[in-house]
């Protein structure tokens, strides 16, 4: 971080320095957590829902914070505020418009994690980049990783998530970006929202204080995202015809990834390979592609940026054991569109495939149905065993048994009400040369399936 004088982050957030003899001292970094080191750093003090980050204003000092932001009056050396969260927010804005970078903003109801690898892996073999890292794309991750902005970055690529509207109103008043992508308009957070027209509304909030001469990158396959074929800025990515960027002489090979060619526009085709499954994978590797021609970058820079592409974790990780067991660890987190890319990935490998499906949350009224549809999907693939786990799952345990009930699916399909329940059965049902995909919301933690088909498969090797 590009040191600040506390004089002057106390103007940028509109609050008071009670000791204005510390005005010159400046922070090069700034901390939300007293565990993590502290020195010459800005403490801010958030409240969250079971600590209160005042509780350590003393602590922070004494571990080498140079300044603490905070709410309440106290003895260190502290700006004072009306309210901590809208002061990092703030702090992070003034921070952003030090710097002549390039910022990417992200935003979808699926695939905007991956999307942003793939955007900063193409763009980094030409600039210097930061990232998003982790799940830090909410309106105290996003800030933070501003911080990590030097003199040195030419692009940032930001990924904005959300749960309710205007949340990324606030982050593109925050980040301004330069460029804005949005992956999809789908059914995550729906519970909240009510409609996937508010879904659409939520994440067209990106472009709220997008820069005047900025430029949009939409999903053309997406009914709502082509709302915005109007704007005289927007490019498409996608499959169909209509869309600027689509993959050509597409070629899938298996789980270990795809090759295409795309048109670009500074000239010529670029030859392309994704080291990572999945139509979907592709559909992302364009918008990165997108980006890196925009940005002027060359066919083999792009090419060579995707070809370092790997996935976060537990996002499409794929796991060779030595008994020859892969598992496809999907785990962070699930929605209908997402797990149903999911169950097209496993149906590419070959030998006996195995899905491990749980719970997805935060669907509202459509979760019975949205499951039996997630459910009749992987049926109608024909995976081998669709195993369903959770009290949401009983409809994708519907919705698949549907499809087997009339002659429609040769797959197995089985349920368990819990996580620990299917641990104790499934080393009757997993074998070595399965392939498994292991998907489900966070709240499932479903990584503790994973851990354990590791664990098994290691002793039975």
């Not at 509207?165 to 909240?192: M, Q, Y």
Request: proline share 2%; net charge negative; glycine share 10%.
């Amino acid at each position: 971080m590009k040191p600040l004088k506390l004089g002057e982050i106390a103007q940028a957030v509109g609050g008071k320095l009670n000791n204005p003899e510390a005005a010159e001292l400046t922070v090069n970094g700034v901390s939300i957590d007293t565990r993590q080191n502290q020195e010459g750093k800005l403490f801010v003090a958030l409240k969250g829902m079971n600590v209160d980050g005042h509780q350590f204003l003393e602590d922070a000092v004494k571990k080498g914070a140079a300044c603490v932001l905070s709410e309440v009056e106290t003895s260190v050396n502290a700006v004072i505020v009306g309210n901590s969260m809208d002061a990092l927010g703030a702090l992070a804005a003034y921070y952003r418009g030090l710097f002549d970078v390039k910022v990417v903003g992200i935003t979808g109801s699926s695939g905007k994690t991956s999307c942003k690898d793939m955007i900063a892996s193409v763009v980094g073999e030409g600039m210097n980049v930061i990232k998003t890292e982790g799940n830090y794309n909410n309106e105290i991750g996003m800030p933070l990783t501003i911080f990590n902005i030097t003199e040195d970055t030419r692009v940032a690529v930001l990924e904005m998530g959300m749960n309710n509207r205007w949340e990324i109103h606030r982050l593109s008043k925050i980040a301004r970006p330069d460029i804005c992508v949005i992956t999809n308009i789908g059914f995550a957070h729906i519970e909240n929202l009510g409609s996937q027209e508010e879904i659409f509304n939520a994440k067209s909030e990106i472009m709220d204080f997008m820069a005047e001469d900025g430029q949009i990158f939409l999903y053309g396959d997406d009914e709502f995202l082509m709302r915005h074929s109007d704007k005289p800025n927007v490019t498409y990515f996608g499959r169909g015809e209509h869309n600027a960027y689509r993959p050509e002489r597409e070629r899938e090979d298996g789980l270990e990834g795809s090759s295409f060619i795309v048109h670009l526009k500074n000239g010529g085709d670029g030859v392309f390979y994704l080291p990572t499954p999945g139509e979907h994978m592709v559909t992302n590797a364009l918008a990165a592609v997108a980006i890196g021609d925009y940005l002027g970058l060359e066919p083999a820079q792009i090419a060579a940026g995707l070809l370092k592409f790997g996935s976060s974790g537990m996002r499409n990780d794929i796991i060779n054991t030595d008994s020859g067991i892969r598992i496809i660890s999907d785990c962070y987190n699930a929605n209908p569109d997402s797990m149903k890319a999911g169950l097209d990935v496993l149906a590419l490998s070959e030998g006996t495939t195995v899905a491990i499906l749980g719970d997805m949350f935060e669907l509202g009224e459509l979760a019975a149905v949205l499951h039996r549809e997630v459910g009749a999907h992987a049926a109608q693939l024909c995976i081998d065993t669709i195993i369903c786990v959770g009290t949401l799952a009983e409809g994708l345990y519907e919705g698949a048994y549907e499809v087997y009930n009339r002659g429609a699916s040769s797959s197995q399909v089985i349920y368990f009400q819990s996580r620990d329940e299917l641990i104790q059965h499934m080393h009757r049902i997993v074998a070595p040369g399965d392939t498994v995909l292991v998907k489900a919301s966070r709240g499932m933690r479903f990584e503790e399936i994973v851990n354990k088909l590791e664990r098994m498969i290691c002793l039975e090797s």
